[in-house]
């Protein structure tokens, strides 16, 4: 049953709950920033798209809202409890795509997103936390506007006060992230594998059948398959279809190719020898033990949708997630995967790499990542204490 409920509220100012897909349509159309104008419709699509399958669970949480003054549409907000979604390691309500125009619209949209909170026993609410990933992303970005429009990296109106409104309702500024462009393609530490370490490029057919494995991975790693955003099996295959949708069904390496004119590593001729480069997805290179065949390395670089849906050609890699095996930390695996991932990239006619999403306090990501990159933009995460009333 569609439901739209507003609350009269002074000052002439309505907020209005709606499960109404044509409702949410108008307010998105009419408010939502989006950098490229080109992208706007595929961006409100893809949301009502995720609004009504989420909406279709009795069991899901989850409430959009929105503000207006007399006619005019003046702010909205998406709510919710996902089951993958943790902070921390712990389960943790978020909010999402906010948008306000003012700051008594973003005061009325947060209590109501804080009564949510409390309704569900909960007593923590994060964001933003933009669902789905492959159109949204985490955070408000607050430099590097400049830098290209690319899926899975949130963005915003670089004039809001979105910010400023929310802390002034208590909200405090909790992670930062950066996201960085990859200007070094060959890392020193890539170049000398561990000789126990064998490397692979798969279809995106056998990288699903790594899916339990991978998520396994993932939790010993940071309790979802990317750190402080969507998890879980939604977000894996999120990322598959991504792959289904762009390679696979494409030649352009051409038949004479030798993979010993661009290495002579022998790691990386082994890993190129053993597929046929043209089936592969080249943008998620695979670490495994030689000895016991364990999966002890990934890294799931997302090609830039934004350009395939804007009728460009496809230059653009979100390096989205890269997952080492606690154990095997410090051999340099991640260098290694890394290295030759660019070049095999490259031969598929990426020239573009961003690190995205990198928290400020994984020393282990800072250091390893940033000496090789020059950053872009950066992005803040908030959050609140939900106090009972």
């Known amino acids: 049953m569609e439901i739209s409920l507003e609350k009269p509220i002074q000052q002439g100012i309505t907020v209005a709950s709606t499960r109404y897909i044509a409702e949410i349509q108008i307010v998105l159309t009419e408010l939502l920033y989006v950098p490229d104008d080109k992208l706007k419709l595929v961006v409100v699509l893809d949301l009502l798209d995720y609004f009504t399958e989420k909406f279709s669970k009795p069991d899901y949480k989850i409430e959009f809202f929105y503000t207006k003054e007399n006619e005019d549409i003046t702010g909205f907000v998406v709510c919710q409890i996902d089951k993958d979604y943790k902070s921390y390691g712990m389960k943790c309500p978020t909010f999402g795509w906010l948008h306000a125009k003012n700051f008594r619209s973003c005061e009325l949209l947060m209590n ?59 909200y405090k500024k909790e992670s930062k992230y950066s996201c960085l462009e990859v200007v070094n393609s060959n890392w020193n530490n890539g170049n000398n594998l561990d000789k126990d370490m064998i490397m692979r490029f798969l279809p995106t057919s056998e990288i699903r059948k790594l899916r339990e494995k991978i998520l396994s991975l993932a939790q010993s790693s940071f309790h979802s398959v990317l750190a402080d955003a969507p998890g879980g099996l939604s977000r894996f295959e999120e990322m598959m279809e991504s792959y289904d949708l762009v390679f696979g069904n494409r030649a352009v390496v051409s038949d004479d190719f030798d993979p010993r004119t661009l290495s002579s590593i022998p790691e990386f001729i082994e890993a190129w020898e053993s597929c046929n480069i043209n089936e592969i997805v080249p943008c998620c290179p695979v670490a495994f033990d030689r000895n016991t065949g364990e999966l002890v390395g990934i890294i799931m670089t997302l090609p830039n ?79 609140k204490r939900i106090l009972r009333k």
């Open 305 to 383: 949708l934004f350009q395939l849906w804007s009728n460009q050609p496809l230059t653009h890699l979100n390096v989205d997630t890269v997952i080492i095996k606690n154990e095997y930390a410090g051999r340099g695996i991640f260098s290694s995967l890394q290295n030759v991932g660019q070049i095999t990239c490259k031969l598929h006619g990426f020239n573009y790499v961003e690190g995205t999403t990198i928290w400020a306090n994984n020393d282990r990501a800072v250091k390893t990542i940033f000496p090789h990159c020059t950053p872009l933009r950066t992005h803040i995460v908030v959050q």
């Open 112 to 170: 109501e997103c804080e009564e949510f909170v409390r309704k569900n026993k909960l007593r923590k609410l994060r964001g933003p936390i933009n669902f789905p990933k492959i159109i949204g992303g985490i955070g408000y970005q607050i430099e590097g506007f400049e830098a290209p429009m690319i899926n899975g990296v949130a963005f915003n109106e670089p004039s809001t006060k979105v910010l400023e409104f929310l802390q002034e309702l208590g």
